[in-house]
Every structure is written in structure tokens, then in C-alpha cells.
């Protein structure tokens, strides 16, 4: 029983000390300022840290690799009520809309979620492999130049309301040159 209460005691320490306190606890290598946006970002190994927030209380969303308006990004989007956050992993099935990776046969590759709302700003956080092997996540190459999209929702926090600023720029992930495309 003892070696029990031990070895649960153990698991919980190192959970507590293994997950960051709040959403700034991470030093981010670069960040980009997208009207009332933030999208700060490390690539640290085969992953990238990300911290995406919006003068909003609705939902914020980022997308990788857009093709024709969003048609098949990788869109990371994640909204926070009363204290709790959602982060889901989609991917745009279609060129004005898009669909949880989960309900289309795939999965979740999100890592250490994190959201809080304060003040008028949501801000989620997250880890997310460069490339997932899942074939709703396309590879992002983070020494070269990627397209990004950025939108965020007004005021509602259901992923199904229509955003009210969207934009693209084109990021080398390394260097943190950008451009705005859209």
C-alpha cells in the first residue's frame, strides 16, 4: 500500500513540475504583431511552441499551408469559456470551411494545450510536431518559407461563427522574416 501512495505521489509531483504554470512561462524565439494579433513561436528539436492570441472572446485559430483561400491547412484553432479551454486540430476539407481532424478519420496532434481569456484577450498555447504522420497535417518545413493564416472569431465561442478579420503571410519559421500576403 505504501509503495502505492509512493509511486502515485511520485506521478503527481512530476506531473505538476513537467507542465508550465501559465501560458507565459515559455520564452518564445520570435513573435509576429497581426492586427489585434499575436503569434509568437520557438522550433525547438522536431516541434514548434506556439502562443497565438487576439483581441477577442470568441475563438483564435492559426492554419498552416493554406492552399486556395484555406482549403487544406492545417488550422489549429481554440477558444476559452468561463475559465476552460478548447484547442482542435482541423483541417480545412473544403476552400470556406473545415472539419475536426477526428471526425474526418484522423487525430488530435495538439500537445500541452493551454488557453486563458483575460481582459478581452483570449490566448491559447500549444506544442505541435513539425510533422505528425497524420494525412490531415501537412509537414512544416521550419527552415523554409511557409504559408500562415491568422483569424480569430468575434465574441462567440463556438468554432462554427464566421470570423471577422482573417490574414496570410508567408514565414520563415527559423528566421522569423515574414511577409503579408492576404
Not at 472572446?57 to 492554419?63: A, D, F, L, Q
Not at 500541452?112 to 501537412?138: A, H, N
Not at 480569430?152 to 478579420?165: I, L, Q, T
Request: hydrophobic residues 35%; glycine residues 10%.
Amino acid at each position: 500500500m505504501m509503495k502505492k501512495i509512493f509511486f502515485i505521489v511520485s506521478i503527481l509531483t512530476f506531473l505538476f513540475f513537467s507542465i508550465p504554470l501559465s501560458l507565459s512561462a515559455m520564452e518564445y524565439e520570435h513573435t509576429l504583431e497581426v492586427k489585434n494579433m499575436q503569434f509568437s513561436w520557438t522550433i525547438e528539436g522536431d516541434q514548434i511552441h506556439v502562443r497565438l492570441s487576439a483581441k477577442t472572446t470568441g475563438w483564435v485559430s492559426i492554419g498552416f499551408d493554406p492552399e486556395k483561400a484555406m482549403l487544406g491547412a492545417n488550422i489549429i484553432i481554440g477558444t476559452v469559456k468561463e475559465g476552460k479551454f478548447k484547442i482542435g486540430d482541423h483541417y480545412a476539407d473544403r476552400k470556406r470551411g473545415h472539419s475536426s481532424d477526428e471526425k474526418l478519420g484522423g487525430k488530435n496532434d495538439v500537445l500541452t494545450p493551454l488557453g486563458s481569456e483575460e481582459d478581452g484577450v483570449t490566448t491559447i498555447s500549444f506544442t505541435l510536431p513539425l510533422d505528425t504522420g497524420d494525412k490531415y497535417d501537412k509537414p512544416i518545413n521550419p527552415a523554409g518559407i511557409s504559408r500562415i493564416m491568422f483569424a480569430y472569431g468575434a465574441g462567440k465561442d463556438s468554432f462554427k461563427n464566421r470570423h471577422p478579420y482573417r490574414t496570410i503571410y508567408e514565414i520563415n519559421l527559423s528566421t522569423g522574416e515574414n511577409k503579408k500576403i492576404k
